[in-house]
């Protein structure tokens, strides 16, 4: 029958063009995927990309392979992937310095904001705020006090210029419309030590760096930057509840692809982070990091471009007010 | 516990066959890719990061810590035969343990290096088990001031490292301390002697230069004196130290040994002079420093003993208070969280297992080394019978790929060549290139501490001398450039004067 | 030599002079602050400086003290092909990948010898590059494809 043919055709047509379909998308991916870190091995950032691939590579069924490429505050390896080819074999996973750059860097060579597709948001690493041992202040209340009246005579130590501990002292700094003399290192691990060792006053760091430390008492702490408190400190006020609900901040982690990158690629690779993140041994480690992965809700494109703009124009703001640029 | 159950708890966990199998996996990468040129531990950790998830913590520490201390071992060999470093410490190794190759030599030189090795390693070995956690409390007490204070110290001993004239001497560590500087200024971030490259941002890569200036230098230099035949070691005689050479070698490995465990301890930077240091203190106190830098089995000796029982004591403020000394162990920091252990202060009492099995495997470790690599000397020097014109176009390679493989950057590829060309032409001209090194290296630091004190002290330069050590380290400083220096200076002056009359 | 004073010491100090005259310069773009607050600029101009002033020292005693000893000339056929190979290498090692440069770096620095005949070059070079993919591609997993982009990979 005429009318049967056409049906079947139709239908065979139907099959094929859903078949294609899913063979494209299973097709993806063929071989390695390469998730970019700008930062060098072994930090906190490498930490979250290390554990998130080596479960999005059971999912994918492919090796995801992690590459740091460090340098120029994570600049450079941004800028790498930007300019990478768009068929979802490299990645970029970055933090909170995809939104400081652009006001940081006067000359990116990239724009994060048009130059990525998004995937979604991953973590968010809390911050504490940490001094010496033999630091005056015992609370948040006495440490906001101290700091206003000894402003400058106060020591507050960064991990180099556009690290989150640096975003962090701005912030606190700006919430108390006071100074203090920022001292500079080479990342988290020497800023901890002179911190350790009584050299300088004061730090806000990622948990990551901070909890053992906290945990044997060798520095003083005073508050999280977080909404609620941490499960592995539960004895640490939140800034909220001490008193200082200004400072609030979370070093949030993305992950992106270069622009360009179709939809099903970015689908496929989101339904991959979905699983890593909800993946026990992920949030157990996680959980000793002192973080928890994001909800599946926020573990999106949508979530992660939202993220991204507003964190953009907040860091502008104080960036700028602070007068602090690398170039 | 007392030490003696811990260290038994310790060796009880090391000698399980599991971790022993990962702690000879470990030392054998570590010495392969010490002896590949360009590539060190850095690189190779990085890249086995993601095996180590499959292990258990303990096998993945130890075999890790293997390949870092493993390296140390490794990478002297390269410097020995072919004069190419592939990390600071070995730079010191390549002066006098490539003269000793040429003169065949290079048995007794690597011989000379395991075994300094290997004693440095078990006396670290010890000092970590016994006194780990006050040594790391003392190291805390060095801050930005002592730092400055030290490495002023280490530049001005260190001008022993020439045999040649002290004033290109100085003239290649004040380059070297400026070479240090390109890159961001991490105060402020101003890129600096960039060319607007972002790719130097970071800083020139030290394997490109310490492999352009000795490795590519050393082959253009070779090269030119090809005429007909291959250029390379007279026959090698003895693979074997003599009973001279073991009594010329025991007290320098001792000194070497003690400065290296001290140095080692200090988490700013005190791994990277102790190999200088020792070198220096040797060619100081020997009774013929004309022999340094021609092949003097001391400047061996000394040296791969500091670096080694460094190597060692730096996992001391790592293991005790969670404090990363160097980019290798910032790598362990990121290795143990992977596991699910964060390092800190309570891993010696929560993990005492891992803490003690760990410390009990590096001993074992030296072992495998020393098992390892004394009968491996034999190969090495059959190697340098590989004609050289074979052998040299492989370092090139090897250095590429090995530099390319750390940061992916293709600017630490590009400096390979320029600091190859820039060397060649400074050793022409009467100038050696380990003088460049150090201050390479210690430039930033320099730097970095003497501004980080300025600021700590409001800009009052008094700070050097009112705290006690920096103000002790820096009057040894003046000691030792009058001691020392003053006679040459003298003399030299003399010259320069009768001449110009 | 025409002139009595040690070309060594000459072109070295020359050398030093130089050098060290670029980094004070460039230096001086750079803030050099406060003592409290010393400037990214300080250390390279006073660097710099020592550096300019050292070379001179070291200029100034090569007067009147000829080189004794007689120097090899350059072998400028190494000179040339070993920086090309290097610098070909950082060029092309992102779009050609892993074998093809390997192999062409490997036969380009070979034939830096006089030694090495084109055929005796060719087989190092592909006995290099056999070696060198066992042990960091397949053994270390470096980050290179086998086959770069640029030939379609």
Redesign the interface.
Known sequence: MKTNAIKFAAAALLAGLAMSGTAFGQDYPTKPVTVVVPFSAGGPTDTVARLIAEVMSKDLGQQVVVQNVGGAGGTLGAGQVATAADDGYTLLLHHIGMSTAPSLYRSLPYDPQTDFATIGLITSVPMTLVARKDFEPDTLDELIAFVKANGEDITYAHAGIGSASQLCGMLFMEALGTQMTTVPYQGSGPAMTDIIGGQIDLLCDQTTNTTSQIQAGEVKAYAVTTPERLGNLPDLPTTAEAGLPGLQVGVWHGLYAPVGTTPEIIARLGSSLQAALADPTVIERFAELGTVPVSAAEATPAALTEMLTSQTAQWKGIIDAAGIYAE | MDIIASLGLGFSVALDPINIFYCFIGVLLGTLVGVLPGIGPTATIAMLLPITFSLSPTAALIMLAGIYYGAQYGGSTTAILINLPGESSSAVTAIDGYQMARKGRAGAALATAALGSFFAGTVATLLLAFFAPPLARAALNFGAPEYFALIVLGLLVSIALAHGSLLKALGMIVLGLLLGMVGQDIYTGQPRFTFGVRELYSGLNFVSVAVGVFGVAEILRNLESEKGRDVMVKTVTGLWLSKADFRRIIAPVIRGTALGSLLGVLPGGGHILSSFASYSTEKRISKHPEEFGHGAIEGVAGPESANNAAAQTSFIPLLTLGIPAHPVMALMVGAFILQGITPGPNVINDQPALFWGIIASMWIGNVLLVLLNLPLIGLWVKMLSIPYRALFPAIVLFACIGCFSINQNVYDIYAIGFFGIVGYVLIRFGCEPAPLLLGFVLGPLLEEHLRRAMIISRGDPMIFLERPISATLLGLAVLAVVIAALPKFRKKRNEVFVEED | MAINAS???L??GG??VA??SY?AL??LN??TG???????G???LL??G??VL??L??A??G???PDKEE?????WR??VL??G???F???T??GLGFVPV?LI??FA??M?????APLF?AL??VG?TV??TL??KIG?????PLVG?WLGQ
Do not use: W
């Open positions: 070309t060594k010491d072109v070295s050398l030093f050098a060290g980094f460039e230096a750079y803030d406060t003592p409290f607050r010393m400037g990214p300080f250390m390279p660097l710099g020592v550096l050292l070379g020292a070291v100034a005693t007067i009147g003290k120097q090899l000339a350059p072998s190494a000179i070993i920086l190979a290097v610098a290498f950082g060029a090692i992102r390997v770096t490997a620095s070979a830096a010898s006089r030694l090495n070059s190092l070079a290099l070696l060198c042990i960091f270390l997993g470096i980050g290179v982009p």
